[in-house]
């Protein structure tokens, strides 16, 4: 299984072993890491799923799409890495991926 | 710590606070005491994405289960809390008693049922829990057509999923428009045209007389005598809070278990969230019970907290969503004595927003397919916001803009 590394705030690494086919939101959630709070259970409604992609990935994780893209306008401290990471699928190619927290999300 | 919490309900409220009792130092025990056989999990893609078959059940849990057992929360599953004795502090159930210092009621609220000729027919279905969406998951995948009854969030969502699944639907409405109580002319307008659009034969201004079947349903006949044959009928009307065991207590109860900004009901040692409970909306300055996710888990999180001896307040812009077909409607606050109504974009083209005013000052939003406009009108509610509704008419008027 890929892994996936979510890095908080406050330089905390959590390590996950990601199944296949889920989203990078639900692999946070079923491994406990704190910071990812996903009200809306991954339907691209809330933002606050909000992480940060480090700029090599962007070939392997996808583009956004105009949905994410506006929802993530209007996230706390959006960047041009910022993703919502109900959107982003865990698949082969993306082992090693490393996502950034922001402070908060909402 | 010898401190005792106990929550009534396994749903998003009852997970949500027990995880914010711990997160807020909680350091007693803390048992949930849930009615289904299913640790707590997700409801909307019950008539979404789960009812379509694209979601397996175990996607559905809000938390692994290792979360309950690192977090030293006792989730006990398949109980029936049976009373409240506030006097010994104490909850029973059947075989069980649990005593407590904090107790959360997160009950919920069970959907609304029908009680005329035929309503107890096999094939008669409602939708609130996993088990309920495993039995009309084959409806979906039969053939013949579904009736729904109403047309909420619950009606419509199902609709789109059969649709999608390529079964014949027939709405039945009693109000002359869909979402009639939940949302404005213009976006039930737009609604109604969409479903239509899908193949969905919508009947509104109809009242159902009853369920015809032997030995199970089929048909529904309304009161205007006309029979609309079917395979399966759904139930959306509506839903009640769950407030029995509230009321019994002698704890204060008015379309839900009445809790002040802090989550607290009349009883300092008890707490209410979600579905089942009323609180003050400091927003609108009046009382509010609201059936959504993101209020139970914000909710819950302000019961959680102050469960732990915090003092935390509820004040949360409540928000909602719903998908169907192409389309996601997102909705923050509440537009209930608005006096002005204000469209931006074009409904013709699945793209547009529904502001609604009071004196002013904005109530709500109606997005469809439009996250900024819902994102912008969050934080505009919650700064008690007087946009300038030609500017808001004005799709040349960037969105920010608008932000004081």
Redo the contacts between chains.
């Keep these: 299984m890929p892994k996936i590394t979510y890095i908080e705030q406050n330089g905390t690494e959590h390590v996950v072993e990601a199944e296949l086919g889920?989203s990078v939101m639900?692999a946070a959630?079923?491994?406990?890491v704190p910071g990812i709070?996903a009200?809306?259970?991954g339907?691209?409604?809330?933002?606050t799923c909000h992480v940060y992609v480090d700029p090599a990935w962007a070939d392997k994780i996808g583009k956004r799409e105009a949905?994410e893209e506006?929802?993530l306008?209007?996230?706390y401290e959006p960047k041009e890495t910022s993703r919502l990471s109900c959107q982003i699928t865990v698949k082969k190619e993306l082992d090693g991926l490393v996502v950034r927290l922001p402070e908060f999300q909402g | 710590m010898g401190e005792r919490a106990v929550i009534i309900g396994a749903g998003q409220a009852g997970a949500q606070a027990a995880a914010s009792l711990r997160q807020a130092g909680f350091a007693g025990a803390i048992v949930i005491l849930g009615e289904e056989p299913v640790a707590p999990y997700?409801r909307?893609?019950l008539s979404k994405a789960y009812l379509q078959g694209e979601l397996e059940p175990d996607?559905l849990l809000?938390?692994?289960a290792?979360?309950y057992e690192?977090q030293k929360i006792d989730l006990r599953l398949g109980v029936r809390v049976e009373a409240i004795d506030r006097a010994a502090q104490i909850v029973e159930t059947a075989g069980e008693t649990f005593p407590y210092d904090r107790l959360l009621i997160a009950t919920g609220a069970p959907p609304r049922r029908l009680d005329c000729p035929g309503a107890d027919l096999p094939g008669v279905h409602y939708l609130r829990s996993i088990a309920d969406s495993d039995r009309l998951r084959p409806v979906l995948a039969g053939g013949g057509r579904l009736v729904i009854v109403g047309a909420g969030y619950i009606g419509l969502e199902v609709a789109a999923s059969a649709r999608k699944a390529g079964i014949d639907v027939t709405i039945i409405e009693m109000a002359g428009r869909v979402l009639a109580r939940v949302a404005g002319k213009e976006i039930s307008a737009f609604f109604e045209k969409i479903h239509r659009a899908a193949g969905v034969d919508l009947r509104l201004g109809a009242a159902l007389s009853s369920f015809a079947g032997r030995g199970r349903v089929e048909a529904a006949v309304l009161k205007s005598g006309a029979k609309i044959p079917c395979s399966a009928v759904l139930v959306g009307i509506g839903a009640a809070p769950a407030t029995a065991l509230a009321e019994a207590a002698g704890l204060t109860v008015g379309n839900g278990v009445w809790t002040d900004e802090h989550a607290r009901t009349s009883d300092p040692a008890i707490f209410a969230a979600g579905d089942c409970s009323s609180h003050p909306s400091p927003i609108y300055g009046r009382r509010m019970r609201l059936e959504s996710?993101?209020n139970a888990?914000?909710q819950a999180k302000v019961a959680g907290t102050n469960m732990a001896g915090g003092a935390a307040a509820y004040d949360a812009v409540p928000?909602f969503?719903s998908?169907q077909y192409d389309v996601?409607l997102?909705t923050v606050g509440v537009s209930d004595g608005a006096d002005r109504t204000v469209i931006r974009g074009d409904p013709g083209r699945r793209n547009f927003s529904v502001w609604s005013l009071k004196a002013g000052k904005l109530l709500s939003v109606d997005a469809v397919?439009?996250?900024?406009a819902f994102?912008?009108a969050?934080?505009l509610i919650a700064a008690g916001a007087l946009p300038d509704p030609k500017k808001l008419a004005d799709p040349a008027t960037a969105l920010k803009s608008l932000l004081p």
């Design positions: 889920i639900e959630v079923k491994h406990m709070d009200d809306c259970g339907a691209c409604a809330c933002a949905m506006s929802m306008d209007f996230a | 997700q909307p893609p996607r809000l938390r692994p290792a979360f690192k996710a993101p888990i914000e928000w969503w998908d996601k997102q397919n439009d996250p900024a994102a912008l969050r934080r």
